[in-house]
């Protein structure tokens, strides 16, 4: 008897469940965060066609922000949504409400849980001594980061997570920076061996400042430092090879690895910053915008066929549609720049508008900063003592950019926040 009574009971509990149809249960999201593409791909489950009214994808932008309705689905069987277009090192959260039907009783909305992300946000940050101002970086094969400043003649190493691993002395002398496009101070690379080359000038009371390059292995065994002549050091660069071209200030001279100049081209009368290899294209940031007869009235950085930058390839930035344009894409004082070959992006220091702008196929993709001293902001401008007269070697004190970037082989990105005077790590 008690059998029947528990069966009879259950198949009561089933034909009321039949009649009330499924039950509704919160949907699942999920989302992946793609830097290549500045996007946010969110998916979720799909609900059964009886349930279903709409989806509706909700964001915030900002830790403490409110969520805003983003899209609003009336097709159960879309369960996907793109969100393009994000800022970088900028805190994105999404969720998903679901609207559904409850039979015989008001509608429901069912939230899922929140998920938090975005692109190439801030890992940590690290100091420099004091009045370091770091102005350059790179990174070699084993992830050691060299940085070299403008307020002393050595180099800081660190591990990717920012402990040191101490410094290499240059010279005991003091540094002579000059200010040109941006501040000219000591410039660096590695090759593939591991290799690091510094090239660096020295004051010299009442002559002109004194030229000169180093060269250690990835131990720290200094292999030679050997004078530059009458260059003024600019900017120092490693080409796929193994060529070493250190760009003066109108000439271009090329080395080999032991030290032995075996060419050298003229500069084009053009202010730049900053020397990398795209792939085996000679990369650099120009202003032509500051010749009255130029086509360009702003920055570009330009990828040459050749050191002797007669035939550009690609050109990377601008010009302003209007006076009050300051949309991205758009360069004022970029000092430095990083390559993903990858997939053809480049990460550019400008310090015009204290941020970190990205570009992928010649395209703005997306950028990050603002002037400040909090964790993520910049300093890229200051005041430093630079060369004013270079027969003399009379200095000046003046207001000057300066900043650098470099990237690992995983893709991290390290900022030289030099006014800061230290360094910001970020994801890929």
């Given amino acids: 008897m008690r059998y029947l009574l528990l069966c009879l009971v259950l198949c009561a509990c089933a034909a009321a469940g039949g009649r009330n149809g499924p039950v509704a249960q919160a949907p699942v999201l999920q989302v992946e ?50 969100d393009s277009g994000l800022s970088a090192n900028t805190p994105y959260r999404y969720r998903l409400l679901l609207h ?48 070299v400043g403008a307020g002393a003649a050595r180099v800081e190493r660190f591990d990717r997570a920012g402990h040191t691993l101490g410094s290499w002395g240059l010279d005991n002398g003091q540094l002579a920076c000059l200010e040109g496009a941006s501040l000219e101070t000591p410039a660096l690379a590695v090759d593939r061996f591991n290799n690091l080359y510094i090239t660096y000038n020295l004051l010299v009371k009442g002559k002109a400042p004194r030229s000169q390059w180093t060269k250690f292995d990835g131990r720290g065994r200094r ?8 260059i003024f050091a600019r900017n120092i660069a490693v080409d796929p090879e193994g060529q070493i071209f250190i760009e003066g200030l109108n000439r271009l001279y090329r080395f080999s690895p032991d ?11 053009l202010p730049s910053s900053s020397l990398h290899f795209w792939r085996d294209r000679f990369a650099v940031l120009v202003y032509p915008h500051l010749f009255t007869d130029s086509e360009w009235q702003a920055p570009r950085l330009v990828a040459y066929a050749g050191p002797e930058r007669e035939a550009a390839v690609m050109v990377v930035g601008r010009d302003p549609v209007s006076p009050e344009d300051k949309g991205g894409g758009l360069l004022q004082r970029p000092v430095d720049f990083a390559v993903d070959e990858s997939i053809s992006r480049v990460f550019v220091v400008d310090a015009g508008y204290s941020c970190v702008a990205v570009f992928r196929h010649n395209r703005f993709l997306t950028s990050w900063g603002k002037a400040g001293h909090e964790d993520g902001d910049f300093r890229f401008s200051g005041t430093v003592e630079v060369v004013e007269d270079l027969l003399t070697g009379a200095t000046v004190q003046r207001q000057v950019v300066a900043g650098g970037i470099a990237r690992d082989q995983e893709g991290y990105l390290y900022v030289a926040d030099t006014f800061n005077n230290r360094i910001q790590k970020f994801r890929p």
């Fill in 223 to 230: 292999i030679w430092t050997q004078p530059l002549g009458g």
């Fill in 100 to 147: 559904c039907n409850r039979p015989g009783r008001p509608p429901r909305v069912l939230p899922s849980s929140e998920v938090q992300g975005g692109i190439h946000r801030l890992v940590n940050t690290w100091h420099l001594p004091a009045d370091f101002l770091p102005t350059r970086l790179a990174v070699d094969g084993q992830g050691v980061v060299y940085v």
């Fill in 33 to 82: 965060f793609d830097s290549a593409t500045a996007s946010a791909h969110l998916r979720w489950n799909q609900v059964s066609d009886q349930l279903f009214v709409a989806y509706e994808v909700q964001r915030a932008v900002g830790a403490d922000q409110e969520f805003v309705s983003m899209v609003r689905s009336e097709s159960a069987a879309e369960t996907t949504a793109v």
């Fill in 259 to 269: 030290g032995e100049q075996t060419a050298r081209y003229p500069l084009p009368v």
